[in-house]
C-alpha cells in the first residue's frame, strides 16, 4: 500500500516501470486512481505489518508455522522492538480467537477494511462473512480496538518508518524480478474480466505461501491483494522467490479473485457433486481445505494455472505442472484441465468464464458417473 511521506524521503528511490503493464513500488492512496488502475502495485503495508507483530508475539506460529523460518535484519529488528509488548491484551485476544478459527488468510483480510496504524478505521464496512469468521461484530470491533491501542502503546508507525531503506529494499529487488511482466493481461484475457487493482503485498515475516483477499467496489469489480512471505534470504533481506515462483504466486492468489466469486454464484450447482469430497477429504484437510467450496475453488485454480503451463510453455511443463497438482492431493485437476480446453477453443461462444462455468462444472458431474474411489496422498 504505502509509506509515510517522511519515510519516502528518506527511501531508496525505487523506479516506475511502463511496459504495456506499469509497475510502481509506493502508493500514496489506499484507492487507485483512473491510471493506477491498471498497475502491479507493490508494497510492504503497514497494515500487516502491524498484524505480524501481533501474531509473532502470540502462540500463532507454534500452532499453525504460518510466520517465517528464516531470520535477516528486519525480522532482528521487528522481535527487538516488539517483545516488551508481548503481554498486551490484543495479543492474549489473537490467540483466543486464532484457535477458535480466526487464521490463515481471516487476519490479513481483516487488516485491509482498515486504514493505516494507529487510526484502524473501517472503511469499506466489514462484510458479513468476515464479521462471522472473526466471531461476531462485537468481537472483531474490540480486537481492531486492542490493535489500536498496541499500535499507539508501541510505536509501531515509528519503527515502520525507521525501517523504509530496508523496505525499499525489499520492494525494489521484488519488482526488479517481474519488470516486463504481463500477469494482469494473462489474467484478464483468460477469465474475460477485468478487476480494479492488483496489489503485490511483501510480508517479510509471513510463511513463503500466500493468501488472495480481495475488496469488492461497489461497481462489483475488486481490489486484489497477493500478500506472500519469503522463500530465503540474499545479503541481509528476505527475498521472495524467482521470477517464475512470482509469476506462479500471482496467477494463483490474484486468480481466486476471478474463480471464487464465481464458485459463489453458482453455489447451489457446485453442492451437487459434494460427494466428491469425501474420497480427498483426508488429503483437503490436511492443507486446510476444509470444505467442499474451498476445495473445488482450489482445484479449479490449479487446473486453470496447468493450462497456462500448457499455453505458454509446452507438453512438458504442462504434464509437469499437471503432476505436481495430483502428487499434491488434487486429483480432480486432469479432469478440469481438460474442460478448460473447451473454454480456450470456444471464446467466440464462451467469452468469459462466468459464462463456461456451468460448463466446466460438467467435469465433476462426470467424474460422479465414473464414482471416483481414488484416496490421494496428503503430502502437499
Given at each position: 500500500?504505502?509509506?509515510?511521506?517522511r519515510?519516502?524521503?528518506?527511501?531508496?528511490?525505487?523506479k516506475?516501470?511502463?511496459?504495456?503493464?506499469?509497475?510502481?513500488?509506493?502508493?500514496?492512496?489506499?484507492?487507485?486512481s483512473?491510471?493506477?488502475?491498471?498497475?502491479?502495485?507493490?508494497?510492504?503495508?503497514?497494515?500487516?505489518?502491524?498484524?505480524?507483530?501481533?501474531?509473532?508475539?502470540?502462540?500463532?506460529?507454534?500452532r499453525?508455522?504460518?510466520?517465517?523460518?528464516?531470520?535477516?535484519?528486519?525480522?532482528?529488528?521487528?522481535?527487538?522492538?516488539?517483545?516488551?509488548?508481548?503481554?498486551?491484551?490484543?495479543?492474549?485476544?489473537?490467540?483466543?480467537?486464532?484457535?477458535?478459527?480466526f487464521?490463515?488468510?481471516?487476519?490479513p483480510?481483516?487488516?485491509?477494511?482498515?486504514?493505516?496504524p494507529?487510526?484502524?478505521?473501517?472503511?469499506?464496512?466489514?462484510p458479513?462473512?468476515?464479521?462471522?469468521?472473526?466471531?461476531?461484530?462485537?468481537?472483531?470491533?474490540?480486537?481492531?480496538?486492542?490493535?489500536?491501542?498496541?499500535?499507539?502503546?508501541?510505536?509501531?508507525?515509528?519503527?515502520?518508518?525507521?525501517?523504509?531503506?530496508?523496505?525499499?529494499?525489499?520492494?525494489?529487488?521484488?519488482?526488479?524480478?517481474?519488470?516486463g511482466?504481463?500477469?494482469?493481461?494473462?489474467?484478464?484475457?483468460?477469465?474475460?474480466?477485468?478487476?480494479?487493482?492488483?496489489?503485490?503485498?511483501?510480508?517479510?515475516?509471513?510463511h513463503?505461501?500466500?493468501?488472495?483477499?480481495?475488496?469488492?467496489?461497489t461497481?462489483?469489480?475488486?481490489?486484489?491483494?497477493?500478500?506472500?512471505?519469503?522463500?530465503?534470504?540474499?545479503?541481509?533481506?528476505?527475498?521472495?522467490?524467482?521470477?517464475?515462483?512470482?509469476?506462479?504466486v500471482?496467477l494463483?492468489?490474484?486468480?481466486?479473485?476471478?474463480?471464487?466469486?464465481?464458485?459463489?454464484?453458482?453455489?447451489?450447482?457446485?453442492?451437487?457433486?459434494?460427494?466428491?469430497?469425501?474420497?480427498?477429504?483426508?488429503?483437503?484437510?490436511?492443507?486446510?481445505?476444509?470444505?467442499?467450496?474451498?476445495c473445488?475453488?482450489?482445484?479449479?485454480?490449479?487446473?486453470?494455472?496447468?493450462?497456462?503451463?500448457?499455453?505458454?510453455?509446452?507438453?512438458?511443463?504442462?504434464?509437469?505442472?499437471?503432476?505436481?497438482?495430483?502428487?499434491?492431493?488434487?486429483?480432480?485437476?486432469?479432469?478440469?484441465?481438460?474442460k478448460?480446453?473447451?473454454?480456450?477453443?470456444?471464446?467466440?461462444?464462451?467469452?468469459?468464464?462466468?459464462?463456461?462455468?456451468?460448463?466446466?462444472l460438467?467435469?465433476?458431474?462426470?467424474?460422479?458417473?465414473?464414482?471416483?474411489?481414488?484416496?490421494?496422498?496428503?503430502?502437499?
Amino acid at each position: 500500500m504505502r509509506v509515510s511521506t517522511r519515510a519516502i524521503k528518506k527511501s531508496t528511490r525505487v523506479k516506475t516501470v511502463s511496459v504495456g503493464l506499469a509497475l510502481c513500488s509506493f502508493c500514496l492512496s489506499c484507492a487507485p486512481s483512473t491510471d493506477a488502475a491498471r498497475r502491479l502495485e507493490f508494497s510492504v503495508d503497514p497494515r500487516i505489518e502491524l498484524l505480524a507483530a501481533i501474531q509473532m508475539l502470540s502462540a500463532y506460529n507454534d500452532r499453525f508455522g504460518l510466520l517465517t523460518r528464516f531470520d535477516f535484519e528486519y525480522k532482528t529488528a521487528m522481535e527487538a522492538h516488539f517483545t516488551a509488548f508481548a503481554g498486551h491484551p490484543v495479543v492474549q485476544m489473537f490467540d483466543a480467537m486464532s484457535m477458535q478459527g480466526f487464521a490463515f488468510s481471516i487476519p490479513p483480510r481483516v487488516m485491509l477494511y482498515l486504514s493505516e496504524p494507529p487510526a484502524l478505521e473501517v472503511n469499506p464496512e466489514f462484510p458479513d462473512d468476515l464479521i462471522a469468521q472473526a466471531g461476531g461484530a462485537d468481537r472483531l470491533d474490540a480486537f481492531v480496538e486492542l490493535m489500536r491501542d498496541f499500535a499507539r502503546e508501541s510505536d509501531f508507525m515509528r519503527f515502520y518508518d525507521e525501517q523504509a531503506p530496508a523496505i525499499a529494499e525489499m520492494v525494489s529487488r521484488t519488482e526488479a524480478l517481474t519488470e516486463g511482466a504481463d500477469y494482469i493481461e494473462i489474467l484478464e484475457d483468460y477469465y474475460g474480466m477485468q478487476q480494479h487493482s492488483y496489489h503485490f503485498v511483501l510480508a517479510p515475516l509471513y510463511h513463503q505461501g500466500g493468501f488472495g483477499p480481495r475488496i469488492e467496489r461497489t461497481d462489483g469489480s475488486f481490489d486484489l491483494y497477493n500478500i506472500t512471505g519469503p522463500r530465503g534470504v540474499v545479503d541481509g533481506y528476505p527475498t521472495f522467490g524467482s521470477a517464475e515462483d512470482l509469476r506462479h504466486v500471482a496467477l494463483h492468489e490474484f486468480g481466486h479473485s476471478f474463480v471464487n466469486p464465481t464458485t459463489q454464484r453458482y453455489r447451489e450447482d457446485v453442492a451437487r457433486y459434494e460427494a466428491l469430497y469425501e474420497p480427498i477429504r483426508e488429503a483437503m484437510t490436511a492443507i486446510a481445505y476444509e470444505d467442499w467450496e474451498s476445495c473445488v475453488n482450489e482445484h479449479i485454480i490449479r487446473a486453470v494455472t496447468t493450462r497456462m503451463a500448457y499455453n505458454r510453455d509446452g507438453d512438458e511443463e504442462g504434464d509437469r505442472a499437471m503432476k505436481l497438482e495430483t502428487d499434491r492431493g488434487f486429483m480432480y485437476v486432469p479432469a478440469l484441465t481438460a474442460k478448460l480446453e473447451v473454454y480456450e477453443a470456444q471464446r467466440d461462444v464462451y467469452t468469459d468464464f462466468v459464462s463456461f462455468y456451468p460448463t466446466l462444472l460438467e467435469a465433476f458431474e462426470e467424474l460422479l458417473e465414473e464414482e471416483i474411489t481414488v484416496k490421494p496422498g496428503s503430502e502437499r
